[in-house]
Structures are given as structure tokens and as C-alpha cells.
């Protein structure tokens, strides 16, 4: 479905991913590494906000590295970005109206999208009319989920998503991403890769712009180096 191919990507003269190469199904994938790795440039790279120097990104046969970032989101890539920012002052109704506000296709289909985030996230049905500002941050972890589930994407991708939340609201946040797989792709990136890999089928280890080893989760979970490396073990 989503296919990055041989990926070169700079800034300025410095290089950050090195003829980067992952693929994602129908299938939750996993994109690991430590900071500064390249996880957040790759995705930037994916919606069009970074221009690569060389390579190909492919979403179900259409290339999308000429494409505007307006236009990327509407062929079906969802985005929940690292900095997740709400409207703090607009209803949680409202902020998942801009989910879906710009995008016909998703638009005609509210209900349906908006029962969808309800499955997922049963408490923002009670919460609908509240100030998206003044809920907890777990539930606005869930509200930016749910923006992003608006769109009817054919592929998620979550950046970092427990980050900042307290350890029992990462186990939630990663129950529900174990549920969306069932009817969307995912890519998440995460520095807690232990609970990530309860929920994701297979992942990639990203060090220093390089792909630097694929594997399914099973896999990871039982290999040295991300043992030592990012699982303390
Ligand atoms: N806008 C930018 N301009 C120049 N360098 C950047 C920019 N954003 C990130 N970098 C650098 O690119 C590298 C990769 O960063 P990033 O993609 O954010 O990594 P990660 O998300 O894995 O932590 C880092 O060395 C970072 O300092
Ligand atoms: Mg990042």
C-alpha cells in the first residue's frame, strides 16, 4: 500500500536518511530509533512538508513525491503529528470536524467516521461538547487520534504517541492502536518500544538515517541488540 523507496533526504548540505526503504500493508508497522534518528523527518517527507533529493514514495500505485501536502492527505495519509496541538477553545466535536472539514470524500461520510472514533475512543462520545483545552492529556491524546481517523485514512501514521503521557494512559493509547489495525494501516514511531511492540506486527530499527535492521515484532523482541539497546534488558 504505502511503499518508500531508496529515500534521500537533506537539509541544507547535511544528509539525514541514507536510500531509506520500508513498506507498510494492511499492517501496523512500527518505525523505531533513538533521537535524531530520522523518524520525524521521514514522516515530513511522507506528507510532502520535505523534499527529498531522490527516491519514490508510492501510496496504492500513485507517487506522491511531487505532491502537495493538501493533496497527499487527501489520497489517504493521516498524520498525528509529535507536537499534536488541539484547538484548545473549540468543542472536541469541532476539533474532529477539521479531521475531515477539507476532505470531500471523508466529509459526506461524518457519521460514519465520527461512529469510528467513538468505537475507538468510547469517551469522546460523552465529552463532544466539551473545550478540548480542558480535558486531560490522555484524552486529548485521543481527540488528536481521533482528528487524524476523520480523514478516513488509508494509512495512520502516529508520531511518538504516548510521548508525555503517564505509564497507565501508554498502555491504553496502545490497546486502542491494537484495535485501529484492524481497519487501517498504521506507522508509529516510539521510544517506548517495549509496549509498542505489543501492538504493532512488524518493525523497523532506524539509527542514523539508516534502516538498520527489519524484523517482526516476535522477532525484535527477542533480538540482542534491541534488547540491550531499547529494552534495557
Ligand atoms: N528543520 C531542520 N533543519 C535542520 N536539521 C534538522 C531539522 N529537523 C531535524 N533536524 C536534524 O535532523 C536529524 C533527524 O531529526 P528527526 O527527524 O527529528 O529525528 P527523530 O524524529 O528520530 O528524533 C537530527 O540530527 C536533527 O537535529
Ligand atoms: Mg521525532
Known amino acids: ?97 477539521t479531521g475531515n472539514a477539507y476532505i470531500a470524500r471523508a466529509r459526506k461520510k461524518y457519521q460514519e467516521r465520527l461512529d469510528f472514533v467513538f468505537e475507538i475512543f468510547p469517551v469522546l462520545k460523552e465529552r463532544l461538547n466539551q473545550a478540548a ?31 508525555g503521557l503517564q505509564p497507565s494512559l501508554v498502555t491504553e493509547v496502545f490497546h486502542r492502536l491494537k484495535d485501529l489495525k484492524k481497519s487501517v494501516s498504521v506507522l508509529v514511531t516510539e521510544q517506548n518500544v517495549r509496549q509498542a511492540l505489543k501492538a504493532i506486527d512488524r518493525g523497523y530499527i532506524l539509527e542514523n538515517g539508516k534502516i538498520a535492521m527489519a524484523d517482526t515484532a516476535d522477532n525484535l523482541a527477542g533480538n540482542d541488540h534491541i534488547r540491550k539497546s531499547y529494552l534495557g534488558i
Open 1 to 97: 500500500m504505502l511503499e518508500v523507496k531508496n529515500l534521500n533526504v537533506f537539509y541544507g548540505k547535511l544528509q539525514i536518511l541514507w536510500d531509506l526503504s520500508i513498506n507498510v500493508g494492511d499492517e501496523s508497522v512500527g518505525l523505531f530509533g533513538p533521537n535524531g534518528a530520522g523518524k520525524t523527518t521521514l514522516i515530513n517527507t511522507i506528507l510532502g512538508l520535505v523534499k527529498p533529493v531522490s527516491g519514490e514514495i508510492v501510496l496504492d500505485g500513485e507517487s506522491l513525491v511531487k505532491m502537495e501536502t493538501d493533496k497527499i492527505i487527501k489520497h489517504g495519509i493521516a498524520i498525528v503529528p509529535q507536537d499534536r496541538e488541539l484547538f484548545p477553545f473549540m468543542t472536541v466535536e469541532e476539533n474532529l470536524r
Open 133 to 163: 483545552g480542558s480535558m486531560s492529556g490522555g484524552q486529548q491524546r485521543m481527540v488528536a487520534i481521533g482528528r487524524a481517523l476523520m480523514s478516513d485514512p488509508k494509512v495512520l501514521i502516529l508520531d511518538e504517541p504516548s510521548g
